[in-house]
């Protein structure tokens, strides 16, 4: 590809344009470089130029040693097995996401081993959780769902897909759950419970070794869906709602909040995830304080990855306790 000559100004204003792409809205250099139709090589090049220039300063800074301080007070205070607290972006929602998913993904690999029981929430972080997931040997595992899937066609709520993609990310034997996550009937969901196609992962919640889960907030976080509908998300907060776990609604203390739909949705239950021996739990933005605070009086995880302006927050309240 011939590349244009370009007068000075010109590339003044061009290196500035590349720079502002790269640096603040974090395209790629080919994605750049096809906007611009132009070769990958002279994005580099205007990058480079974009430093030598002084249009681009580059700082370096060393977020662990604050990042970890964090975790180990969060860790110690709220007497957790372990706690990680990754860089935040802070403007940047999507890039911190996908930090605690990498961490979350990182953690998994290291931690689970043959013969295992893995069960899968669903959520945001949990599918870029298992996008990530790329373990260096397989586990001879099986992958279960812990709730039920809802009626959002091509979003995160999609279990069996979860499941799917995590089993044969570890080459692992993945179960299914073929049901909605809210039914009918109390009736209705223990006939289902017990039917021969859902038995065999249901029958699993009782002998994880580890699960995955995110905190859900009340009211739900931006881009986030109220999954037990407008009406029941009205109902949970007048009854002191902050938070939910796999559907499973707390308040401010911790306590489970009883309601009727709690009796015909099918969810892993509280205790249930209590009996497991390793809960990772993953959560993310400043909005989750207060519910990730609360979730972690329920004693439900031992396992908490956040990112730093979240981990900030909570400590902000901590201390005052």
């Not at 502002?20 to 790629?28: F, P, Q, R, T």
């Not at 935040?88 to 931690?111: F, P, S, T, V």
């Not at 707390?250 to 909040?257: K, M, Q, R, S, W």
Request: charged fraction near 25%; glycine fraction near 6%.
């Amino acid at each position: 590809m011939a590349e244009p000559k370009i007068e000075k100004s010109e590339l003044i204003m061009r290196l500035v344009e590349v720079a502002h792409l790269y640096y603040d809205e974090n395209y790629s250099q080919q994605e750049i470089a096809d906007r611009l139709q132009v070769s990958r090589s002279l994005i580099a090049q205007y990058l480079q130029q974009a430093r030598d220039r002084g249009i681009v300063r580059i700082e370096v800074i060393n977020p662990m040693n604050s990042s970890e301080n964090m975790a180990l007070e969060i860790q110690e205070r709220a007497n957790l097995d372990r706690v990680f607290v990754v860089p935040g972006m802070h403007k940047y929602q999507d890039l911190n996401m996908r930090a605690i998913a990498g961490a979350a993904a990182k953690y998994i690999e290291q931690n689970i081993t043959d013969s295992d029981i893995l069960g899968m929430a669903w959520g945001r972080t949990i599918t870029r959780i298992v996008q990530l997931l790329a373990p260096s040997v397989p586990r001879d595992i099986e992958v279960v769902p812990l709730m039920g899937e809802r009626g959002y066609t091509g979003t995160y709520s999609q279990i069996n897909q979860i499941v799917l993609q995590t089993a044969q990310s570890f080459n692992g034997k993945p179960y299914f759950l073929l049901t909605p996550m809210f039914v009918s009937s109390a009736q209705l969901k223990n006939e289902l419970m017990n039917d021969p196609e859902v038995k065999p992962a249901v029958e699993r919640w009782d002998k994880l070794s580890m699960a995955v889960i995110g905190i859900g907030s009340v009211p739900p976080s931006p881009g986030s869906i109220a999954y037990v509908g407008e009406k029941y998300m009205h109902m949970m907060l007048k009854k002191g709602a902050v938070g939910d776990v796999c559907g499973r609604h707390f308040d401010n203390e911790g306590n489970l909040i009883e309601s009727e739909f709690n009796e015909r949705m099918i969810s892993i239950s509280l205790d249930q995830l209590r009996k497991t021996k390793v809960v990772v739990s993953v959560a993310g933005g400043v909005e989750k304080t207060r519910a990730v605070l609360a979730a972690m009086k329920t004693r439900l995880f031992s396992v908490l990855i956040i990112d730093e302006i979240l981990a900030a927050s909570m400590l902000d309240m901590m201390r005052k306790m």
